[in-house]
DNA sequence: ATTATCTATAGATCTATAGATAATGC
DNA sequence: ATTATCTATAGATCTATAGATAATGC
């Protein structure tokens, strides 16, 4: 897991911000990691801490409970996501093939990031509600990259049958359409591979926004 | 949570086989509300036996780990599910129209156990590999109820475009954007009414199925 | 006698903190 | 002197079971 972590709501007792980042990012590194392979609640604090290389104790000066080791996962697994959206949207053309490059590059980071996905789907709830709020703006955040897509592209005149509310229910079926990648790998990945499902995908969407 | 659960495979030393079903039942059904509550691993099993009504000994009888819990629980929510989604499908008639009406039920019976389809995204992963698989099965039979539908209209010539692999896909689409509902509901709640979701969803869908 | 149920608790954790120690800068 | 880190453990659970009791049928 990459990325740095911005200064969080977090209370600390240390007095060095950069210090305070970096043990967060050690932090959250860690706990991805084995939040992934054992789940939050089958992770204990102590394993964390051993993993992120100090004892308990100082975990502790870094974060006030578990449920905050959560929250920093699950930030910095959709600052990735969003960098990476970002990244390929500056990069798109224009016109109906920017879409087809900007969904087919989502759905590439899907795969790549299908288990950091997948935990935020089955832990957001274990967060604090403040928090699983922030989360679930991120996931907002993230779909609106696709709105605007969607809306440069229908600006031009190539989708003339989306009025905004259907661009908006369209940019969510395709931030789904990725996730389902990851939760049904299970199942797809026997019969496809990502390639073979960007390109069916794709073909669904184009109609999907063609036409009503 | 209704419907029977028929003998499982969790081991009891109750001799009465309907007292074993019934009691299984009130486990479920007492459980499943406190996990859309507070989650499986915050739910204690003194919590379910004390809301089944009788005691954490008594509990044990019936099943041998708290594992098994989750398990009745999952089940019965997916038989349920796929009983709903079975009767709507009897009664659809042919052609396009079919789909738009087992679409438009399925939406509903989505939105109706919300609670219940957004509980198995999240906690499917505490269950043991073995009832996971399960669990996993149970979700391609719902989907093969889709297959099975766009087939049929496939059949009589009324979607040429669609290939078997893509009815496929078309049919886990469905499923997928029904649970969307589910989990997106934070948000789409403010805007739509299911009604208006089923309207604009079934638009996509269908010319996602009739154009390639 | 057999089956079902209950009470009481063993045994095993796990989070979070208090208080002690080491490292750093004046 | 101040800041960061560590060790040791208080305190609070929670699952699962052993052994005792009540209910049922021969």
Redesign the pocket.
Known sequence: MPEASRTKDIPT????PD??ER?RRQIADSAVQLFIRRGF???????I?QAA????????????????ILYLVCDSIHTEVERLVTDVMSRAGGGVEALTEVIREYFLVCDRMSDFILLIYQETRSLPAQWQKRVLENELRITGLFIEVLARIAATGDLPDLDDESIELAAHNISVLGHMWTFRRWFFGRHYTIEDYIEKQTRFILSMCTRK
């Open positions: 007792q240390i007095k060095n210090l305070v043990r609640h089958k992770t204990t604090t102590r394993q801490s290389g100090f004892s308990i104790g100082s975990l502790y000066e870094y974060i006030a409970s578990k449920e905050d």
